[in-house]
């Protein structure tokens, strides 16, 4: 089975506003092949990370106090199978950090209220997630729609999945399907 990468995330509360950030935020580099060949099958932490940032504040200013920006960074990163050991995390946190800072003027550093760190063994522990991959299984040619595990138990009758490893397949809306198929299948026993 494929899986997905693993989210490396940072939230951050930061005084002052970010005037070169928007909404939505891509930083990328220019050898996103090389990056992407790499990120996902090495036990290295990227040292120039692609990472998307997201300020909702910048849209709806109750998302953070007067005068403040809440800021999410994303950062894919491998899972745990390549990269078990984290001990790294304020490293690449800090080097996001350092990285969105100077690209965007503003020192965030100096300027952090609060700040959150989770790396995949965070996200594995608190949402169940396998090897701290965030979207579950991949959506790989042998991995897509029918091809993905059933949402019911092959040996027990009683024993139903849902989620976004299950069929049809990740998403809000696929889990939501594959919620209503579970719905289903639960209510057909009772007939």
């Given at each position: 089975?494929?899986?997905?990468l693993s989210?490396?995330?940072?939230y951050?509360?930061?005084?002052?506003?970010?005037?070169?950030l928007?909404?939505?935020?891509?930083?990328?580099?220019?050898?996103?092949?090389?990056?992407?060949?790499?990120?996902?099958?090495?036990?290295?932490?990227?040292s120039?990370?692609?990472?998307?940032?997201n300020?909702?504040?910048?849209?709806?200013?109750?998302c953070?106090p007067?005068?403040?920006?809440?800021?999410f960074?994303?950062?894919p990163?491998?899972?745990?199978?390549?990269?078990?050991?984290?001990?790294?995390?304020?490293?690449?946190?800090?080097?996001?950090?350092?990285?969105?800072?100077q690209?965007?003027?503003f020192d965030?550093?100096?300027?952090?209220?609060?700040r959150?760190?989770?790396?995949?063994?965070?996200?594995?522990?608190?949402?169940?997630?396998y090897?701290?991959?965030?979207?579950g299984?991949?959506?790989g040619?042998?991995?897509?729609?029918?091809?993905?595990?059933r949402?019911?138990?092959?040996?027990?009758?009683?024993?139903?999945?849902?989620g976004?490893?299950?069929t049809?397949?990740t998403?809000?809306?696929?889990?939501?399907?594959?919620?209503?198929?579970v719905?289903?299948?639960?209510?057909?026993?009772g007939?």
């Open positions: 089975m494929e899986w997905t989210p490396f995330t940072i951050l509360g930061v005084k002052g506003k970010c005037k070169d928007n909404h939505h935020n891509y930083f990328l580099g220019n050898n996103f092949r090389e990056y992407s060949d790499n990120i996902f099958k090495t036990s290295v932490a990227p120039k990370p692609y990472y998307y940032v300020v909702s504040s910048k849209s709806n200013e109750e953070a007067a005068g403040c920006e809440n800021i960074i994303l950062c990163v491998p899972d745990l199978r390549y990269k078990p050991d984290w001990s790294d995390t304020e490293s690449l946190a800090n080097n996001i950090i350092d990285d969105l800072s690209r965007i003027n965030l550093k100096a300027n952090t209220l609060s959150t760190i989770w790396n995949p063994i965070d996200w594995q522990d608190k949402f169940n997630l090897r701290g991959s965030g979207l299984l991949a959506h040619l042998n991995q897509v729609g029918g091809l993905r595990p949402n019911f138990d092959e040996q027990f009758s009683n024993l139903f999945y849902v976004a490893s299950t049809p397949g998403g809000l809306p696929m889990v939501i399907i594959s919620s209503k198929l719905c289903e299948r639960v209510l057909a026993i007939k």
